[in-house]
């Protein structure tokens, strides 16, 4: 393994569902194995262009060949002392109360679709970016609707007067600049012989001084596809993963890049050019990749300032993020090239067991300096990761939850001490403690002390029916759980989904986690947006306010009447799609107070079959503005006063003909 981030000061591991692992000395015998080494040499980058070529080609042919047996769990790595807790970047043309996007880590922005400062809303809908006045409510009304072009909008920024907006789109030619920086000869192809084009991530910055008439400012184009992108203070740092061989013989095989600014840009006239070097290319060794990751830094503030770029050969699947530093997350399973290949068939003999591969996550780490980006190093952890909330940096430790294995009907591979046969569904790290949440017949909710790194303990466990996707904090000894219901199967080891659960839990003796509340949603087929994405909770503790997107789905009584234990259970029909609306305290618990929907034709459900047709009417985000709840689909902005959820005004920001009927899938 190279160089584990700045330096090794305490590495370890606890696998919930793999084995228990530790990586250090000194622990308790029950939990060490597998100890790993750590080199102090520095992060190598390649001499040349020719180089890089070179060492991805006998990785390929190393790799087909490669195979081994690795673990899972909770690890430790060293990582810079917390500087403590930032404030959100105000951005407020008013002085209303507004919420703000649902992040992982306070002072940490998280690029979404919606986006507000107190007195307008700015949301990408239907390939535009959509600029609603909407405080105070009864002047509510779109300002501005402005077309994007050839750009796909996808997420967004809000800092002040600027919105950066993040999309790709398709670039015919991307350049064959020569890499003459470094003095060496051109690459000639006779593979691509053709000019370089493909999809790009675009950025661009918008001026939205005045909300009428937003002006575009900037634009920066990173060639490969965007993975996720976070925002402190007013400097934005987003990670690009492009691939490595699709132009191992072009001219410059490293990720292009452009950059083009101005007071109100209407065309695009930059060339790329390599975003870096070959020679500033970072790799470790041995190379199991076919990607790059990109990080590149810019600020919303200066239209002019500079942009920092940092090229790493890596996948980027998951991103955490503090306020000093950026983790990128990559799985890598040790055995498969470009193609797949497992291992030569002509080495492979009859009646040969082949070894299960290694299985193991490398997280990349980069330091964050007020725009500034530095390549730190790498550490690997065994298993693989669920998303970002396996991550969490805590002090003078990096921690990751990873599983090993995974779980099927038959029982799968997933080995443990803790929880046999499971795997991970939900992570939450909350200073000194560790939440986790497995399932594979029930749900067992861990509490697990990381006071000291050099002796995890699992403190507690609660099991119940169903499983969480989602864990949330309340407060500091309770949790809130978004996931599904589920009911045990007669025959096999297994449990079948249900409706959405909500569940309130108190860890306040963490030995003995109890579920306080429970609510369910619906029956199976069931569905929310959040359940993947957790942008899409609204959370107000102050004001007991919960809100969340369903999807709703329901078994008629005559069908459900005639079901069995043994039979395999009935979808219900889709019958409703919007927010739902609680009050949630420690007393009550989840009081359900009503419901806003922004479907106009309840006649869609009646054919909507497995796939509800999206007419831009699905409700996916909601925020507050003082004492207003404003529910968000691609059609409307929707005001209900939050005293009563009466409602108070409705915004068309598009007709169902300028959205169309896609029949996508609604989430």
């Known amino acids: 393994m190279t160089k584990i981030f700045s330096a090794v000061v305490t590495l370890m591991a606890i696998t919930v569902v793999g084995l228990l692992l530790i990586f250090s000395s000194g622990f308790s015998d029950l939990l060490k194995e597998n100890t790993p080494t750590a080199s102090a040499a520095p992060l190598p980058t390649f001499a040349s262009c020719t180089d890089l070529e070179a060492k991805i080609d006998d990785a390929v042919d190393a790799r087909k060949s490669y195979r081994n047996v690795g673990s899972g769990g909770i690890t430790f790595f060293d990582a810079s002392k917390q500087l403590g807790l930032a404030p959100a970047s105000e951005s407020a043309v008013s002085d209303a109360d507004y919420s703000e996007t649902n992040v992982q880590v306070e002072g940490v922005d998280e690029s979404d679709t919606v986006k507000t400062d107190g007195e307008y809303i700015y949301t990408v809908s239907n390939g535009k970016l959509v600029i609603t006045k909407a405080y105070p409510v009864e002047d509510a009304t779109v300002a501005s609707k402005t077309d994007l072009g050839d750009l796909t909008p996808t997420q967004l920024f809000l800092d002040e007067n600027r919105v950066l907006i993040f999309g790709s789109r398709i670039v015919s030619r991307l350049g064959d600049a020569g890499d003459s920086s470094e003095g060496e000869q051109e690459i000639t192809s006779d593979v691509y012989p053709y000019p370089r084009s493909g999809s790009v991530t675009s950025v661009e910055l918008w001026d939205v001084k005045d909300r009428e008439h937003p002006k575009r400012v900037r634009v920066s184009d990173v060639e490969g596809w965007f993975v996720t992108a976070r925002k402190i203070e007013s400097d934005v740092y987003f990670v690009v993963e492009s691939s490595v061989y699709e132009y191992l013989d072009a001219k410059n095989p490293v990720p292009m890049f452009r950059d083009e600014t101005g007071k109100d840009i209407k065309t695009l006239t930059t060339s790329f050019e390599p975003a870096v070097g070959c020679s ?123 599983t090993k294995g995974h779980v099927a009907r038959g029982g799968g591979s997933a080995t443990n001490n803790v929880a046999p046969g499971e795997q991970i569904y939900s992570a939450r790290f909350m200073g000194d403690r560790a939440y986790l949440v497995t399932f594979k017949k029930v749900d067992p909710l861990f509490v697990i002390d990381l006071a000291d790194p050099k002796s995890p303990k699992v403190l507690g466990k609660l099991k119940i029916p169903g499983y969480s996707d989602y864990l949330h904090p309340y407060d500091d000894t309770h949790i809130i759980g978004i996931g599904k219901e589920t009911i045990e199967a007669e025959e096999g080891d297994f449990a079948w989904y249900q409706g959405v659960k909500i569940a309130l839990f108190d860890v306040t003796d963490p030995s003995n986690p109890t579920q306080m509340d429970v609510e369910v949603i619906g029956d199976r087929g069931t569905d929310s947006p959040l359940l993947t994405d957790h942008k899409a909770l609204l959370f107000d503790r102050g004001r007991n306010l919960f809100v969340i997107p369903i999807l709703l789905a329901e078994i008629d009584e005559s069908v459900r009447s005639q079901e069995t234990r043994s039979s395999f259970p009935s979808y219900g029909d889709y019958v409703y799609q919007g927010a739902y609306v609680y009050r949630l305290t420690l007393d009550g618990g989840f009081e359900l107070r009503g419901r806003i929907t922004h479907v106009t034709n309840q006649d869609d459900f009646l054919k909507s079959g497995y796939f509800y047709p999206s007419t831009g009417e699905s409700v996916t985000r909601s925020l507050f503005i003082d004492d207003v709840l404003y529910t968000l689909s691609e059609r409307f902005v929707k005001a209900n006063a939050l005293e009563d959820l009466g409602e108070l005004k409705t915004v068309e920001l598009f007709t169902k003909d300028e959205i169309g009927s896609t029949g996508k899938i609604l989430f």
């Open 280 to 402: 500033s290319v970072h790799y470790f060794e041995p190379i199991h990749t076919e990607s790059y990751i990109t990080l590149v830094s810019l600020p919303m503030d200066d239209d002019d300032g500079a942009i920092e770029k940092t090229v790493v050969m890596g996948r980027g699947e998951n991103v955490y993020a503090s306020l000093q530093n950026l983790y990128v997350a990559e799985s890598d399973y040790g055995y498969r090239d470009r193609v797949g290949i497992i291992q030569p068939l002509e080495k492979v003999l009859p009646g040969d067991v082949l070894p299960e591969p290694e299985t193991k996550t490398v997280v990349h780490k980069f330091a964050l300096e007020k725009g500034k980006t530095t390549y730190v190093g790498n550490g690997e952890a065994p298993g693989t990761i669920l998303n970002q909330f396996s991550m969490d940096e805590h002090e003078d430790s990096f921690r990751i939850a990873t």
